[in-house]
């Protein structure tokens, strides 16, 4: 979360407040507060926490308009940031979750799906100083896996790893030809030893500072072939998500209360032929198996299963070495 987002979480039972409140004197319906910290709302509460819409102005400039739901930014809002950047779209839990547009400082931009604060599933940057575009898959901040880079006078289709590409691609360039080849990761050996000073946003956002320290990508050209739309791959995508589960028929349903009826039935059978049993052998108790009132389990504990770790993603480091494949279609 960026400084100026946060909201204090006690903020909205203390300080100066004008507005409606419940029978249980709690802020409820519309209502603005300045709040000890000199943050100021104004908006609509619910039962004493800030729901439905409303402004937060931040006493460092920042400042959010949208909607609340149980004292957090949630549903669709923009907020605008001390240094100028600015986003529009949906929040969850006081975070960016969803669709949405981020404008940064410097002019670039991001649009297209969010999670927890990050760069989440299909979207686009654009670098306003130069004009090209990366659009593609994106994980938890950064390209990964089908993208394209889209330049002045050509258009490069790929697989991205790190936000790097990575294995075999096209360089399509514009009604001309296309040129087949693969991109492979190499040490740097020019890399700068001390970290640049970079700004706090520029280190987050910007998918060119997301590049490993030290790793560069090298284009090994194979063949060009002559231009033709056929050859051009896809646009990404992401994988369409499987159906939800439909709910159970009403005959369904039926045949699982009987079944859970039937087994009740047996249980108690089985409770009371060992209740019978239990008469006989009164004098049969073992000291060793009572401490008190209590009976030992010997059984113990069920054991808990550990998942395995995933084995770790290495990137090729030689030329030869299997990269990500395009698909049949792609290869024609």
């Not at 920042?62 to 929040?91: L, T």
């Not at 004009?131 to 993208?147: A, D, L, S, Y």
Request: charged share 35%; glycine share 12%.
């Amino acid at each position: 979360m960026n400084e100026g987002e946060g909201e204090g979480e006690g903020d909205d039972t203390i300080g100066e407040y004008e507005g409606e409140r419940n029978k249980e004197n709690q802020r409820h319906g519309k209502g603005r507060a300045l709040l000890p910290n000199s943050d100021y709302y104004s908006g609509m509460y619910n039962q004493g926490l800030r729901h439905g819409k409303g402004q937060y102005v931040f006493k460092g400039g920042a400042q959010y308009i949208g909607e609340y739901k149980n004292g957090m930014k949630d549903g669709v809002g923009r907020f605008h940031y001390p240094d100028g950047s600015r986003y529009k779209g949906e929040w969850k839990e006081d975070k960016r979750h969803g669709k949405g547009k981020y404008t940064y400082s410097q002019g670039d931009t991001y649009e297209g799906d969010w999670e927890k604060d990050e760069r989440h599933g299909l979207g686009t940057y654009i670098y306003k100083a130069s004009g090209v575009t990366m659009f593609g898959i994106w994980e938890k901040g950064k390209m990964e896996g089908r993208g394209k880079i889209t330049y002045p006078t050509f258009t490069f289709h790929g697989m991205f790893l790190n936000n790097m590409p990575i294995g075999k691609g096209r360089f399509v360039f514009n009604n001309y030809c296309i040129q087949e080849g693969h991109y492979i990761h190499l040490k740097d050996e020019s890399a700068k030893s001390e970290e640049e000073v970079v700004g706090e946003e520029e280190e987050k956002m910007s998918p060119r500072e997301g590049y490993p320290k030290g790793i560069t990508p090298v284009w090994r050209p194979r063949k060009i072939l002559p231009y033709s739309h056929d050859l051009i791959p896809p646009d990404p995508k992401l994988p369409p998500k499987p159906p939800p589960t439909p709910p159970p028929s009403p005959e369904k349903l039926a045949e699982v209360e009987d079944k859970k009826s039937d087994d009740q039935k047996k249980d108690s059978t089985k409770s009371i032929g060992s209740k019978e049993g239990k008469l006989d052998d009164t004098n049969e108790e073992k000291p060793e198996d009572v401490k008190g009132n209590e009976i030992e389990n010997k059984e113990g504990l069920n054991p808990i299963l550990e998942e395995s770790s995933p084995e770790e993603t290495l990137s090729p480091t030689e030329d030869e070495k299997t990269s990500p494949e395009l698909t049949d279609a792609e290869e024609e």
